[in-house]
């Protein structure tokens, strides 16, 4: 059996979101990183955590990260218009 990782989702002072590990120092880089223009947060108000988890969530079920062969599809990258 193997261990699973535990991450968190965390708004910085400087209102970016980042993942990283659960057990991270705060000093080391993230496993990722969103940051919503102006604009943007204007739009989402009060719900840009939840877009911001649901983007991180996303990432980690399509990645490695998830640890899960299934989670990983061999296809050719998208573009969104």
């Not at 991270?24 to 739009?43: G, K, V, Y």
């Amino acid at each position: 059996m193997t261990e699973a990782a535990v991450f968190e989702i965390v708004e910085l002072e400087d209102g970016q979101f980042v993942l990283r590990a659960a057990d991270s120092d705060d000093r080391n880089e993230p496993l990722a990183s969103i940051r919503f223009s102006s604009q943007t947060l204007e739009l989402l108000r009060h719900h840009r955590f939840d877009v911001a988890r649901e983007m991180l969530d996303h990432l980690i079920s399509r990645s490695v990260l998830a640890d899960d062969d299934d989670a990983i599809e061999a296809h050719e990258p998208a573009a969104i218009h």
